[in-house]
């Protein structure tokens, strides 16, 4: 096989419903451009049959590639370790799931050619999620945007075309807890959005329930800003404020004869307070912590059981 000039990244978890059908869309498209491609399955830890089917479908068709990672490492490591291994001059990466359709791609590939060097989709719809899902996506992105000083467009997710260059800079970033989307604002580069109507999944359940979501967004918020620990300074300073100010009222008013409010509920409400005030900042303190801790270990980001598919080239 000659060296593809696209390049699609699809991380697969426990998708053994998804993926012949998933295979099949994105072979007619890319069959339908001329040119020549590869498919990057990235299995990531599945405990179903989707590892074998990922065999079965590069024994179809050897433009299928494997990266058959030894347990799971999460759905933004996965993106990165298809993406470390792709070898076309525009890489798609896309959900295994078909809620982004692969019939968006030749759109994407349109604006690449224009010259715009990252083009991402825009969910315009999203077919099949509940209010509360779609709230807590919008959330999602406001806080983002209004504690990070990047600027990631609402709706846009990781469904998205990355020229070769941008590409290389993203592997250059080796931080552990990844916000795919977020370090490829930060990177720059010609960027355009694509609108596109998101569909339900095919089969199976969603792999970002509310946890994933809320560790995803703290992952964004840690990677890209330090404003939580400003706001720990400008909360101790306001509360250190408060303190004097509490004093002086009442020794004012014991001054002046009269009874300050006393007893042990007020004291306890104060310790309460101070405490659980302290004990969040600690936390925002701790989860940097953690983020500098994961750094200087220094460990490979995923560790590969197999590589399937790229010696053939």
């Known amino acids: 096989m000659t060296k593809p000039r696209f390049s699609i990244v699809a991380p697969a978890y426990n998708e053994e419903e998804s993926l012949p059908e998933f295979y099949r869309h994105v072979r007619e498209v890319m069959d339908a451009i001329g040119e020549e491609w590869e498919l990057v399955l990235v299995n990531d830890g599945s405990t179903d049959r989707t590892g074998e089917m990922l065999r ?19 759905h933004q490591i996965a993106i990165t370790a298809g993406m470390d291994h792709a070898r076309g001059e525009a890489v798609v990466t896309i959900d295994a799931d078909l809620q982004d359709p692969p019939e968006v791609i030749p759109e994407l590939i349109a604006r690449w050619r224009e010259g715009y060097q990252v083009v991402y ?16 996506a919008r959330l999602f992105y406001r806080l983002i945007g209004s504690l990070t000083e990047i600027e990631i467009p609402m709706e846009a997710g990781d469904f998205r075309l990355l020229d070769r260059q941008v590409v290389e800079e993203l592997r250059r970033m080796r931080e552990h807890r990844r916000f795919i989307r977020g370090m490829t604002s930060w990177a720059g580069y010609r960027q355009i959005g694509v609108p596109y109507q998101r569909h339900a999944r095919f089969a199976g ?20 800003s330090d404003l939580p620990l400003k706001l720990a300074w400008l909360c101790g300073l306001g509360l250190l404020g408060l303190g004097v100010l509490l004093g002086l009222v009442l020794l004012g008013l014991r001054l002046a004869g009269a009874t300050p409010l006393v007893g042990q509920g007020l004291v306890l409400s104060v310790a309460l307070l101070l405490g659980g005030v302290q004990l969040v900042f600690l936390g925002i303190l701790g989860e940097y912590m953690a983020r500098i801790y994961d750094e200087v270990r220094n460990r490979p980001l995923y560790t590969v059981r197999e590589l399937v598919g790229f010696d053939e080239s």
Do not use: S
């Open 205 to 224: 359940e969603t792999k970002y329930p509310l946890r994933k979501m809320l560790r995803l967004a703290l992952d964004a918020i840690t990677a890209f």
């Open 121 to 136: 989709g825009v969910r315009a719809e999203r077919e099949g999620e509940t209010w509360f899902k779609l709230f807590t």
């Open 56 to 74: 079965e479908l590069h024994a179809q068709d050897r433009r299928v590639c494997i990266v058959d990672f030894a347990r799971n490492f999460g």
